[in-house]
């Protein structure tokens, strides 16, 4: 099968040296590129290039961000072409409309690499839902923020001196807003929501980052055997449906707690099959390369994954009604104090909470706002 790379970047460079090495029944005959980075015969920077090649049967999507990826995905849909994408921005926001094209067109649609990296986690999530329906799933699904916090937990570091390691590792972008800020983890769940509930999952959930989070926070969980992760979570339960991104409070001793680096750990919870955990590489040229070549494998045996968006579910947030720790010196006053400066809010939905952490921080941009863990 003859394919064509849009972008040949980090995950593209990755995708390409996989499909030389180990796939031998693939070829990526071209590669769309900027003008000025034309520096292989396999490069075009005209997309029609492509499009119009009735002998490329399948493109591959790894250019990021909305536009361009929008138009050039739906149409290269529209026009017969299979595609795979890492793209999480795009998916999440186009899922929808990417996938009726897919169905229209007897085409495949295929997301691996958008969430997780080269976890098996959309694989995974397809073949749970073939008996059980999904009751949950949360997660570390950005490795950037764990990695910060992980370095602050374990080397004592100051937020902005990890968050500094993290961008000359290349882990975090010179503008690290769609990471701390959970744009990130947004997109990778609403992706997961769709996949999981069979939804198409609302685009303005309520979303809660890392960005103000202190050593002397992690240290004040700690003493109280909690930590801090930045989690994506959904829940779904007869005909509703609710999602969620924001700092969770979570036992020390619980694998999540454990995860080092940039690593992510996804887990959800099947009516029969009960709970099941995935661990690996979030993002990084090999391992979102592997999770896109394994798509297009699954292409060339004659994988044809249709979405269905219609079962209708209602969204309801007090399905991930919790409590919630703030550290603030703005923070109305609860009678549940915490300890000095920071107070335990008791029932609140994720819009409530974060409605109510949004007025804190018009008062004090320092605040920190975390869930507790649920009971039951």
């Known amino acids: 099968m003859k394919i064509a790379l849009l972008g040949h970047g980090t995950v593209g460079r990755g995708v390409d040296g996989i499909i ?64 795979v994408t890492s793209n999480k921005a795009v998916v999440a926001a186009f899922f929808s409309e990417f996938a009726e094209l897919a169905a229209q067109n007897d085409v495949a649609f295929l997301i691996e690499a958008s969430v997780g990296g080269g976890i098996p986690w959309i694989a995974s999530i397809d073949k749970v839902r073939r008996i059980d329906d999904i009751r949950s799933f949360q997660g570390i699904m950005n490795g950037t923020t764990n990695y910060i916090i992980d ?18 590792l290349g882990y975090a972008e010179r503008d690290p807003s769609a990471d701390i800020d ?106 979102t390369g592997n999770a896109i070549v394994q798509d297009v494998i699954d292409v060339t045996c004659g994988r044809r994954q249709h979405y269905d968006f219609s079962r209708g579910l209602v969204y309801d947030p007090t399905l991930l009604t919790s409590d919630y720790v703030v550290r603030s010196s703005a923070a109305p006053v609860s009678n549940e104090a915490w300890a000095p400066g ?10 409530q909470a974060r409605k109510m952490f949004e007025e804190i921080l018009e008062k004090d941009a320092s605040a920190f706002m975390a869930a507790l863990p649920q009971e039951g």
């Open 20 to 83: 030389r090495s180990n796939v031998p029944q693939v070829e990526v005959s071209r590669i769309l590129e900027l003008p000025d980075r034309l520096s292989d015969p396999r490069m075009t920077s005209d997309f029609s290039d492509i499009l119009n090649d009735p002998s490329i049967e399948l493109v591959v999507e790894c250019m990021g961000g909305l536009e361009p990826a929008h138009e050039y995905i739906r149409a290269s849909l529209a026009a017969g072409k299979h595609v």
């Open 151 to 168: 370095s602050m937990r374990r080397e004592e570091l100051d937020f902005h001196v990890a968050l500094g390691r993290a961008q000359e």
């Open 182 to 287: 959970g744009i990130d983890v947004a997109n990778k769940t609403i992706i997961s929501a769709c996949v999981a509930f069979d939804v198409d999952c609302v685009r303005d959930l309520p979303v809660t980052g890392i960005r103000t989070l202190t050593k002397a926070d992690l240290d004040l969980f700690a003493s109280r055997g909690l930590t801090v992760k930045l989690f994506g979570r959904g829940r779904s339960q007869d005909d509703r449906y609710a999602v969620a991104v924001e700092p969770v409070a979570i036992p020390v001793m619980s694998l999540e707690a454990s995860v080092p680096s940039n690593f992510n750990l996804v887990s959800l919870e099947g009516f029969t099959v009960g709970p099941l955990k995935f661990y690996g590489q979030g993002a990084g040229s090999l391992p």
């Open 342 to 351: 920071v107070w335990v809010y008791r029932r609140l939905t994720p819009p």
